[in-house]
Structure formats: C-alpha cells, structure tokens
C-alpha cells in the first residue's frame, strides 16, 4: 500500500501560498500535490456554474452525507444565518448540485471544502490543500489526520509585517483577484502565527519560508523534522516571526 500524504501550504492572506503551489511540482518529481482541495476555487466554480463534480476529488457520496454535513456543521450555517442550509445541496446523476437561489460565500465553500477533505482522509486519498491556517479546527483536521497514519509535510508562509500582506491583496484586487478586508488579514495573521507551532508539531516534515522581499522570494530560511528537529538552513535572514511563534513560544 502506497504512503498516504498529506500536503498543507498555510500562511496568512497574501503571504505566497498559491504563486508557490503552482510551481510546486515542478520543482522536484518527487512533489506530488496528489487531490488538491482549494476553497478558493471552490466557490469561484459554485459562482460561475453550480455544479461541482466529486470525481473530480476521486471520491463518492450521497445527498444524505453532504446533507448531514450542513445541518451538523457550526460554521457556516451560523455565518450565513441560514438554519437550514443543508436543504440547497443535493447529488444529482453523481454530480453536487447547489440551488441557484443560494448566495454562495467564502463561508459556504470553506465548509464544502472541509466536507470533501474529510471524504478524503476517509478514502485514504493523498491530497493537498492550502489554507490560511486561523481557525484551529485544521490543527484538529492534522491531528485526526496523523492518527490515522497520514504523513504530514507543512509548507507555511509568512512576512515579517501584517502591512505588506494587506498590501499585497490590494495588488491582488487590483488584478481581479479575490479581496480579504484589512482587519480580517491582520487578525489572521497573529491568529495563524499563534497556530504555527502545533502545527509544526503534528508535522513530520515542516518547511517554512519568509516572503517578505518586495520581489515576492520565498526563502526557504528553515525545516523542522518529526515536529521538534529544528534545522535553520540561514544565519542572516532568520525573520522575527519564526524567533516568536516557533523558537520561544512554549
């Protein structure tokens, strides 16, 4: 039986993550992203056509589990206001069909793509998904991954001042990209450093980058082994977040 992977790429909005996966790749022949799970593109798809196809993640379920999911679910049914979310989705001739009528958010499709990451892990799949990594529901995402014999490589991203990230997805906006409003990308920001650690801890493999340059590098400045095995691959550019969230937080 092949090795069941897990690939996380987390870091604060405007940070690099998906500059970075789309060379991922290419980089090694030995990275593969396996099914990769993008919440993001999730609910540009459900926007655009409302369909999406589950085969597409190489898994299968019925209108009773992602109706069940909905009307367990905590988060979004309670950001939409919406009770009785769980009755706009249904799988029809093995495709997920949401109801016109709904608005889909980033909510909605965050918890869609939580859905399908549970199928996932449930199926055994190798897969990949990128994450702001703020809600410490994906620290327990990890660990029930780990404990069902996932290996886990964290890839996290960050710079060394919230300004540069909001900066960043000003420049995104300006290109059609998707907006993050100011506040929330800096109160993302410390709530993903203050994740950072256990993160790293239930990792087997942890790389971080600073992406601070204003020619949007990502130094790859240190790894951590097995969650504890530091090794710092730069005596210069060590940046502040890693000396607080990683080596002196207890």
């Known amino acids: 039986m092949s090795k069941k992977r897990l690939r996380i790429f987390a870091g604060p909005n405007g940070s690099g993550k998906s500059s970075f996966i789309k060379e991922f790749e290419n980089t090694d022949p030995r990275h593969k992203l396996g099914v990769y799970v993008n919440a993001d593109e999730i609910e540009k798809k459900l926007k655009e056509e ?3 196809n589950p085969s597409q993640y190489k898994i299968h379920f019925t209108t009773e589990e992602i109706q069940s ?5 905590e988060f979004s049914p309670k950001k939409t206001g919406l009770s009785d979310l769980w009755k706009y ?6 495709e997920l069909i949401v109801d016109k009528s709904l608005e889909i958010n980033s909510y909605i499709s965050a918890d869609l793509a939580e859905f399908l990451r549970q199928k996932l892990l449930e199926s055994n799949i190798s897969f990949s998904f990128e994450t702001v ?3 410490e529901r994906k620290l327990s995402f990890l660990k029930k991954a780990k404990d069902v014999g996932y290996s ?3 890839y996290f991203f960050c710079t060394v001042d919230p300004e540069i990230n909001k900066n960043r997805v000003d420049r995104r906006v300006e290109e059609k990209g998707h907006s993050v409003p100011a506040e929330k990308i800096e109160e993302r920001y410390y709530r993903s450093l203050d ?5 790293i801890r239930l990792s087997n493999r942890a790389f971080l980058f600073d992406t601070s340059s204003v020619t949007y590098d990502k130094l790859l400045f ?6 504890d095995e530091v090794e710092v691959f730069t005596r210069d550019d060590v940046p502040t977040w890693f000396i607080k969230y990683v080596v002196d937080k207890q």
């Open 50 to 52: 409302n369909v999406l």
């Open 133 to 135: 990594m703020s809600d």
């Open 152 to 154: 886990i490589y964290l």
């Open 69 to 73: 999911f909905f009307q367990k679910s």
């Open 89 to 94: 989705f249904k799988i029809i001739d093995n």
């Open 222 to 227: 240190a790894g951590v082994t097995n969650g």
């Open 195 to 199: 994740n950072l650690k256990e993160a």
